[in-house]
Antibody, heavy 121, light 107 residues
Framework: DVKLVGSGGGLVKPGGSLRLSCAAS????????MNWVRQAPGRGLEWVSS????????FYADSVRGRFTISRDNAKNSLFLQMNSLTAEDTALYYC??????????????WGQGSLVIVSS | DIHMTQSPSSLSASLGDRVTITCRAS??????LNWYQQKPGKAPNLLIY???NLQSGVPSRFSGNGSGTDFTLTISSLRPEDFATYYC?????????FGQGTRVDIK
């Protein structure tokens, strides 16, 4: 079964840190770029960060650059997001997302179930 | 940044209706365009990638078309489980921007 399972969300005070994890199973995780996408309560989807299959390239939204760090461990089929200097504007559900490979047909690119991050004093 | 604009923002439709949602990019994204479906309280699910490729397991009543700046998602015959919010996203460049969403509800 192709699956991503996120963990590590929670309640944190402004200025605090949190590390999200995402465990992949059922597909060759190391072949795909991976993303973090977030959704604030009642809002649309916002791309946060991407990482290439071998971690050579990382990209960030302007809103998180310098505060968040994306990483992966292909040996453990895991994706991470280290979040520092959190503010209330970072409160959201954070999804780990598999980037589609445009050269594959009939592909299967799962999303995680979401990890809730609440930044509040 | 590439700005993605969906239309309409919401629509009401009946079971069996043919529904088309449009997504327009502020500059060309070639065919690097994905469509997602999100039901209330659930994670989004990829429907279509590369503008017209169905993800495995997605019913054939869903189809995508377009290239460059103009794209469409069509549901050929609306079923009860299709009432949801739909998002387009470009993956041509970072930041990988989303449209604002199109809510499809029951007429």
């Amino acid at each position: 079964d192709v699956k991503l399972v996120g963990s590590g969300g929670g309640l944190v005070k402004p200025g605090g840190s949190l590390r999200l994890s995402c465990a992949a199973s059922g597909f060759r995780f190391s072949r795909y770029s991976m993303n973090w996408v977030r959704q604030a309560p009642g809002r649309g989807l916002e791309w946060v960060s991407s990482i290439s299959p071998t971690s050579t390239y990382t990209f960030y939204a302007d809103s998180v650059r310098g505060r968040f760090t994306i990483s992966r461990d292909n040996a453990k089929n895991s994706l991470f997001l280290q979040m520092n200097s959190l503010t209330a504007e970072d409160t959201a559900l954070y999804y780990c997302v598999t980037e589609p490979n445009y050269y594959e047909t009939n592909g299967n690119y799962p999303w995680g179930q979401g990890s809730l991050v609440i930044v509040s004093s | 940044d590439i700005h993605m604009t969906q239309s309409p923002s919401s629509l009401s439709a009946s079971l069996g209706d043919r529904v088309t949602i449009t997504c327009r990019a502020s500059q060309s994204v070639d065919i690097f365009l994905n469509w997602y479906q999100q039901k209330p309280g659930k994670a989004p699910n990829l429907l279509i990638y590369a503008a017209s490729n169905l993800q495995s397991g997605v019913p054939s009543r869903f189809s995508g078309n377009g290239s460059g700046t103009d794209f469409t998602l069509t549901i050929s015959s609306l079923r009860p489980e299709d009432f949801a919010t739909y998002y387009c996203q470009q993956s041509y460049m970072t930041p990988r921007t989303f449209g604002q969403g199109t809510r499809v509800d029951i007429k």
